[in-house]
């Protein structure tokens, strides 16, 4: 396996060797530099991953500026490029088993969430957008005079896309299915921790039949290859999904070029039970809503706000489910909390423990670290109760299965505690009274709120945030010509 990343011949006893996507082919980093990709479940090293620094991004977007420069992919005929993309759909489809597995051996996540969520996740992005192909289209728009005005819509040029470990190919699918389909050729940055999946996805672009540099793959560290593809002059666009932070960094590093920049940043999302609502199942919904995914999720529902009247019994509902959901062995079909992506997030998820007994907060469940089968990086599902709103666990993204609970009065009560947050990302609301519900949706700052549910996503429904959890939208349609495109107004003399 000297090139690719089929998972299918992969052991953790045998590392794979990875090498760097670009223009088609396999390549080596150009200074020789590797990393390791560990398995967080096992400790032990999933991959010797060839590591791409600024020459490498700047040959990568070589690749992808002179595949968009020369006519073989934004003047493809629409159709064939949609072709492309549904074609690329069914590799990635006919090859889910695969990819679930290498995604749960890089990330962690249980193999269950892996096929049944990440992968068709994936396909149905790439055949949405693969029906976007063919729709890109401008406007004719009346005005003064003896002139026909019409407004082009035009790809942008190269896309530099970055993303996190959380969800490392639907990330990859969210970004590149749409740039693509708008006729923009992409350059992607995986997450260090993570980048096996991305890798393989170049590979399988390649064997559906995508021209060589339409999508090149370049693992490496954020502060430099991140950073080499955010500062170079050849890229058009960043679409960058990660933590608040290095999102003002993005910004900030993209002035040079005047680049624009989407950014879908980090959480502290709400989720509000009022006393009227169902509350089996909203024990259930908030529990899916922090624990799913470890809680490494940007829009995980780590703020549970319940009402006073039903506070007691949420808690204790909330505490059984809590304990009943014990970290297992990712691959086991089982397991529905899997490992902690890497040592230092554990690290950081006890220090937030740590910090919330510190503070005075009521652990009712979980709060330790564990291992599986006397390996790997895992942690209980956990519960504070008693959470005052400037504890740092009420008001920081914990990024990890831990749930903070705060007891509010009324509807204004819970309006206020659920907008008291620097993040804007996305809410849930339990309640049976409609109007209720929809009064919350519309009081709540977020840029997604689910109501009577949780964690619902679709390729159709756009994704992203306000306030410090970003600005810009994944997903949907008219977003996606938005993002993707820029317009071009044509005036054309009738008179002359
Ligand atoms: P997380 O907290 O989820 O690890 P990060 O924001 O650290 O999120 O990382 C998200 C992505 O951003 C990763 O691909 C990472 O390599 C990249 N990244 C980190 N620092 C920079 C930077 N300075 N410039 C560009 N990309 C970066």
Not at 194 to 220: C, D, I, K, S, Y
Request: with cysteine; net charge negative.
């Amino acid at each position: 396996m000297a090139e690719g990343t089929d998972a299918t011949k992969a052991a953790d006893a045998e590392p794979l060797r990875t090498r760097l996507w670009i223009g088609g082919a396999w390549c080596d980093a150009r200074a020789g530099g590797t990393f390791e990709s560990t398995n967080p479940a096992t400790g032990k090293t999933l991959a010797e991953v060839a590591e791409a620094g600024p020459e490498d991004v700047d040959c990568a977007v070589e690749a992808a500026r002179t595949a968009f420069a020369d006519d073989r992919w934004r003047r493809m005929d629409p159709q064939e490029r949609s072709r492309l993309l549904w074609k690329l759909s069914e590799l990635v489809e006919s090859h889910a088993d695969e990819l679930a597995r290498l995604e749960t051996r890089d990330n962690g996540k249980p193999y269950f969430e892996a096929r049944r969520v990440d992968l068709p996740s994936v396909v149905r992005t790439l055949r949405y957008y693969a029906g976007l192909a063919d729709k890109v289209q401008g406007d004719v728009i009346p005005v003064q005079g003896p002139f026909l005005n019409y407004a082009l819509r035009e790809p942008l040029g190269v896309v530099g896309a970055i993303i996190p470990w959380n969800f490392p190919l639907s990330m990859a699918a969210w970004k590149v299915a749409p740039a693509l389909a708008c006729g923009n050729t992409v350059v992607l940055k995986p997450a260090e921790q993570t980048p096996l999946t991305a890798l393989r996805f170049g590979e399988l672009a390649a064997q559906a039949g995508f021209p060589a540099g339409v999508l090149n793959v370049v693992p490496g560290f954020g502060e430099t290859a991140g950073a080499a593809l955010v500062r170079h002059a050849g890229v058009d666009a960043i679409s960058f999904t990660g933590s608040t932070a290095v999102g003002r960094r993005v910004m900030r590093e993209a002035s040079a070029t005047l680049k624009p920049v989407s950014l879908e940043l980090g959480g502290k999302s709400p989720n509000v039970v009022f006393a009227d609502a169902d509350l089996k199942q909203a024990v259930r919904g908030a529990s899916m809503g922090v624990f799913y995914g470890k809680g490494e999720v940007c829009a995980a529902g780590s703020r549970i706000l319940v009402e006073d009247s039903v506070h007691d019994d949420f808690v204790a509902g909330l505490a059984a489910r809590a304990k009943q959901m014990p970290a297992g062995d990712p691959m086991d079909p089982k397991t529905r909390l899997g490992a902690v992506v890497s040592e230092a997030q554990l690290d950081r998820v006890m220090g937030y423990i740590e910090a919330g007994r510190r503070e005075g907060a009521r652990l009712e469940a979980g709060g330790d670290r564990v291992t599986v089968n006397g390996q790997g990086n895992f942690v209980n599902a956990t519960v504070f109760s008693g959470v005052e709103p400037a504890m740092s666990i009420a008001r920081e993204e914990i990024f990890g299965p831990v749930a903070a609970v705060i007891p509010f009065r009324d509807v204004d009560d819970a309006i206020a505690k659920a907008n008291d947050s620097c993040y804007g990302l996305a809410a849930g609301v339990w309640t049976r009274d409609v109007g209720k519900a929809h009064r919350m949706a519309a009081a709540i700052d977020a840029g997604t709120v689910w109501v009577n549910t949780y964690n619902q996503y679709a390729p159709a429904s756009p994704f992203g945030g306000c306030k410090e959890s970003g600005f810009g939208r994944d997903l949907g349609f008219r977003t996606a010509l938005e993002k993707y495109t820029r317009v071009k107004s044509v005036w054309v003399a009738l008179d002359g």
